[in-house]
């Protein structure tokens, strides 16, 4: 694939441009992980496998879904098909994105990345109507990128809250596939003995927040990790067959 070209978006510039639907998801074929957000920490959770990663540069947690079990393996994307019901916020809007304006500056601004196979003049949803103003494909994706800003802020301060409470822990996942035992790392997740040893006080101040909800959702799909062996061990039998 092409090396991203993301370039601000412009009504005359891209006055003719489309977004066709055609392999959707071939963006994100080599990536084992997505952020998520946790208010798709219940949906999400019901098929694949809720964590934490910490970035070593900014010591910053975030909260990803597991799609792989190795570094650029997808496992979710199935001859270009997405093989699962939920498709997380995070690739729904591409080819289109937010930036910022300049690194200096909070401002975002929408852009879209020239690259993607998606974007042409031919065919797909148009960007804009013939008298210039938004269409309604483009006004529906920057309502839904301006609500997942504000989603992906609230989840940080889940995430700091989590992290101040020493809730977070490292844990190495020990997986078996076709015989094989290997190993996982820089996963980290919710330590529930720590989480049943808070004080009542703490205990409630989550549930106040609203954030127990999204840490049950978040242990509770650990279990999916199985369903990523499954799948991993599928692949590597029909790749000998």
Known sequence: MEQNKVVGLHKEKHAKTKISSVRPFNHIAQEHMLPVVVHEFVVAGAEFPVVFVKDPAS????????????????????????????VPRVVRNYPLLLVQEDPNSDRLIVAIDEASERVNEAEGFPLFNDDGSESEFLTVRKQQMGEYVDFAQITQAFVEKLKS??????????????????NINGIYMVDDKKLNELSDEAFLDLRKQGYLTAIYAHLMSLQHTQKLVQKLAEREEAAKA
Do not use: C, H, P
Request: hydrophobic letters at 45%; charged letters at 35%; zero cysteines.
């Open 59 to 86: 010591e910053r947690f975030q909260s990803v879904v597991l799609l792989g079990l190795a570094a650029r393996q997808n496992l979710l994307i199935k001859e270009d098909k997405w093989d699962a019901m939920y």
């Open 165 to 182: 409470l020493e809730l977070l822990k490292e844990q190495v996942l020990t997986v078996t596939i076709n015989e094989e035992k290997r």
